[in-house]
T-cell receptor
Framework: NAGVTQTPKFQVLKTGQSMTLQCAQD?????MYWYRQDPGMGLRLIYY???????DKGEVPNGYNVSRLNKREFSLRLESAAPSQTSVYFC?????????????FGPGTRLTVT | GNSVTQMEGPVTLSEEAFLTINCTYT??????LFWYVQYPGEGLQLLLK?????DKGSNKGFEATYRKETTSFHLEKGSVQVSDSAVYFC?????????FGAGTRLTVKP
């Protein structure tokens, strides 16, 4: 099993450009998440999908959109990139949502916006 | 809301030293607690977890005990190795979300 995969690994964008980060999991998990990681701030939740067909905002959703394409895939879109979106983005999945479910993380996408 | 506070790093130790990384939390209800580890250039991996008070999670020589009375989940290891060098995150999972601490960078020198 590959677990959680993300593409691309690295990306450089100019301010105002758009891009989509792709995420897929092969563990048959119901829930999927997008986080951003910034120095000294841990991980902050951008959006999540509790189950196929549903998406909800997390702690820092502004400037992002998501699509739960099917049970396996969950994409994150930046419509008009800003330097404040320079970060490392992690996708994660879990069997369900609730206090006992651990999350499994992908390797991350390092995004720089100039 | 729920939150996690962990000790600031970086932490630098010699091989075979004792490790403690402090983690305290604020939460409503009965959260689960986790420690994740991130090696350079990789995503987070679950290190250990505890789902109720007084539970002890353990893995690869690391341990942490869920202490409700002190709202803490400190990570310990008796003898660290160079290969333990990584960033460690404490996390709390309530009914609706998971919250992470800021992370503590550990460097172990031979």
């Amino acid at each position: 099993n590959a677990g959680v995969t993300q593409t691309p690994k690295f990306q450089v964008l100019k301010t105002g450009q758009s891009m989509t980060l792709q995420c897929a999991q092969d563990m048959n998990h119901n829930s999927m998440y997008w986080y951003r990681q910034d120095p000294g701030m841990g991980l902050r939740l951008i959006y999540y999908s509790a189950s196929e067909g549903t998406t909800d905002k997390g702690e820092v959703p502004n400037g992002y959109n998501v699509s739960r394409l099917n049970k396996r895939e969950f994409s994150l879109r930046l419509e008009s990139a800003a330097p404040s979106q320079t970060s490392v983005y992690f996708c994660a999945s879990s069997e369900g949502r609730g206090r006992t479910y651990e999350q499994y993380f992908g390797p991350g996408t390092r995004l720089t916006v100039t | 809301g729920n939150s996690v506070t962990q000790m600031e790093g970086p932490v630098t130790l010699s091989e075979e030293a004792f490790l403690t990384i402090n983690c305290t939390y604020t939460a409503t209800g009965y959260p689960s607690l986790f420690w994740y580890v991130q090696y350079p250039g990789e995503g987070l991996q679950l290190l250990l977890k505890a789902t109720k008070a007084d539970d002890k999670g353990s893995n690869k020589g690391f341990e942490a005990t869920y202490r409700k009375e002190t709202t803490s989940f400190h990570l310990e290891k008796g003898s660290v190795q160079v290969s333990d060098s990584a960033v460690y995150f404490c996390a709390l999972s309530g009914s609706n979300d998971m919250r992470f601490g800021a992370g503590t960078r550990l460097t172990v020198k031979p």
